[in-house]
T-cell receptor, first 115, second 117 residues
Framework: DAGITQSPRYKITETGRQVTLMCHQT?????MFWYRQDLGHGLRLIYY???????DKGEVPDGYVVSRSKTENFPLTLESATRSQTSVYFC??????????????FGPGTRLTVL | AQSVSQHNHHVILSEAASLELGCNYS??????LFWYVQYPGQHLQLLLK??????LVKGIKGFEAEFIKSKFSFNLRKPSVQWSDTAEYFC???????????????FGQGTILTVHP
């Protein structure tokens, strides 16, 4: 039972480079989410997806792009990384969306440093 | 827009002490409430959640939380903490946005709990 996996777990990149963070879940959950975790801000939603090919912006979407061609994968791309995107990124999923009684499950996180 | 406030950034306790972490939210409608825990080096795990019914909710590892609608609060409690409770705790709120299938999950800033043996 793999659950949610994220790769890479750690990434160091330079300003201006494109970076893609991968998220894979094995439960066939409909809803998937990307959050960033920053000291003093808790977790903030970047993008979410209600199903394959359906995505929408969250609280802090600027500078990020997502896609969802397959239910189990939800990659997050930083098109041109900036230092302000240095953060820990968490992917999450649940079956019916957070308004339901489902539990939202989180991946282990990716620690991204932009130099 | 909804917001969540956790009163304490860092709480330090000795083992066997009682714990109460504050959480207040701002939203006037129906809400779903959560407490998540993040142990050092691990991902977030659900401690407990409230959707409806009894406002006193019991979760895993001896934690409980009480929803007080009039105070817009959902404080987390544990009568006797252990060293293994050292972690960061997040309160989260999901507003039932007019009954649509998705309502944004908003997290508080987090409270770091350090328990000394």
């Amino acid at each position: 039972d793999a659950g949610i996996t994220q790769s890479p777990r750690y990434k160091i990149t330079e300003t201006g480079r494109q970076v893609t963070l991968m998220c894979h879940q094995t439960w066939s959950h409909s809803y998937m989410f990307w959050y960033r975790q920053d000291l003093g801000h808790g977790l903030r939603l970047i993008y979410y997806s209600a199903a394959a090919d359906i995505t929408d912006k969250g609280e802090v979407p600027d500078g990020y792009v997502v896609s969802r061609s397959k239910t189990e994968n939800f990659p997050l791309t930083l098109e041109s990384a900036t230092r302000s995107q240095t953060s820990v990124y968490f992917c999450a999923s649940n079956l019916h969306g957070p308004s339901s009684t489902d539990t939202q499950y989180f991946g282990p996180g990716t620690r991204l440093t932009v130099l | 827009a909804q917001s969540v406030s956790q009163h304490n950034h860092h709480v330090i306790l000795s083992e066997a002490a009682s714990l109460e972490l504050g959480c207040n939210y701002s939203y006037g409608g129906t809400v779903n409430l959560f407490w998540y825990v993040q142990y050092p080096g691990q991902h977030l795990q659900l401690l407990l959640k409230y959707f409806s019914g009894d406002p006193l909710v019991k979760g895993i590892k001896g934690f409980e939380a009480e929803f007080i609608k009039s105070k817009f609060s959902f404080n987390l409690r544990k009568p006797s903490v252990q060293w293994s409770d050292t972690a960061e705790y997040f309160c989260a709120v999901n507003a039932d946005a007019g009954g649509t299938s998705y309502g944004k999950l908003t997290f508080g800033q987090g409270t770091i709990l350090t328990v000394h043996p």
